[in-house]
């Protein structure tokens, strides 16, 4: 839920955590009752690695990977 708040304040710098989008950048299934601060910094920053490497918004990345996972990797 905090990451949502963050998004909202600074879109550019912290990404949503989502299961779906988690899955598909790190190929493990994220659990709701996992979730903790190490973990969303770890992502943060593999998502703004990504975001660098392919020159596209951090928003973008994390909305294209929520969508390749709901395609190609079925249900949470």
């Known amino acids: 839920?905090?990451?949502?708040?963050?998004k909202f304040i600074r879109p550019d710098l912290f990404?949503?955590?989502d299961v779906r989008a988690y899955?598909?950048?790190t190929g493990t299934k994220l659990y709701y009752g996992t979730y903790n601060y190490k973990k969303y910094?770890?992502?943060a920053e593999q998502l703004s690695d990504l975001a660098r490497q392919l020159n596209r918004p951090l928003r973008e990345i994390d909305?294209?990977?929520?969508?390749?996972?709901e395609k190609y990797n079925g249900k949470i």
């Open 1 to 6: 839920m905090a990451s949502s708040i963050l």
């Open 15 to 17: 990404p949503i955590i």
């Open 23 to 25: 899955r598909a950048l």
């Open 41 to 43: 910094i770890a992502y």
């Open 63 to 69: 909305e294209q990977l929520y969508c390749y996972d």
